[in-house]
């Protein structure tokens, strides 16, 4: 509010709010103001993701995103994480991220859960699983958090009509595509223009991308 007040833009950390008539009074606060609300879905933005959604026609439309990401709960230090009267539970903080990219990558607005859950221990969620439909188009996420450090990984598997793309870890640094005879011109293009987004090496494993492609 104060931000608003001040006529400053907002880039506000997830979830922007726990009920949607909050959420709607928070929106119509920007407004009044004339000033941005956004909330920070960094998936959206990653160049990977931008890049099928551009080609999405070509590769025949989604038929089926999933998402299993076997995580450790050991990186998460802040104790509101875990509070669902302050965060709104682990789908509220980390799901919906998936779900955000989901309805991103489909331009579908109506999500509809077929079924979701939530294995807790000790206050802390330990594994969610969850089967989100859009249309014909259907998104499912296995979430684990009680993974070891060496085993930790994120893969996104989006099948398409024409064709299947892996993109390894969670803020992607790989992706991996059919051979580009497949599906052309749409993966010949896609390769291309990943390769150039990713032809920079760096002496840091951790900051390398890699661009692969099924012969």
Not at 131 to 144: M, P, S
Request: glycine share 4%; aromatic share 8%.
């Amino acid at each position: 509010i104060r931000a608003a007040d001040a006529g400053k833009h907002i880039l506000c950390e997830k979830p922007l709010a726990l009920t949607v008539a909050e959420i709607s009074n928070l929106f119509d606060l920007a407004r009044s103001h004339n000033v941005a609300l956004k909330v920070g879905f960094v998936l959206v933005n990653h160049p990977f993701y931008a890049i099928i959604k551009k080609y999405i026609s070509e590769l025949g439309g989604i038929q089926t995103v999933t998402v299993v990401n076997n995580a450790t709960e050991g990186e998460l230090q802040p104790d509101w994480y875990w509070q669902k009267e302050r965060s709104g539970g682990w789908f509220m903080v980390s799901e919906i991220h998936w779900y955000h990219l989901f309805a991103w990558l489909t331009d579908e607005a109506n999500l509809q859960v077929r079924s979701a859950g939530e294995v807790d221990m000790n206050s802390r969620a330990m594994a969610t699983f969850s089967h989100i439909v859009a249309g014909a188009t259907a998104l499912t996420v296995d979430h684990r958090l009680t993974t070891p450090r060496p085993d930790v990984k994120t893969t996104v598997t989006i099948t398409c009509e024409h064709s299947v793309i892996t993109i390894d870890d969670w803020v992607p640094r790989s992706i991996t595509l059919p051979s580009p005879s497949l599906a052309e011109p749409a993966l010949s293009v896609i390769l291309s223009a990943a390769k150039d987004l990713f032809a920079l090496s760096s002496s840091s494993r951790k900051h390398q991308r890699r661009i692969l492609c099924n012969q």
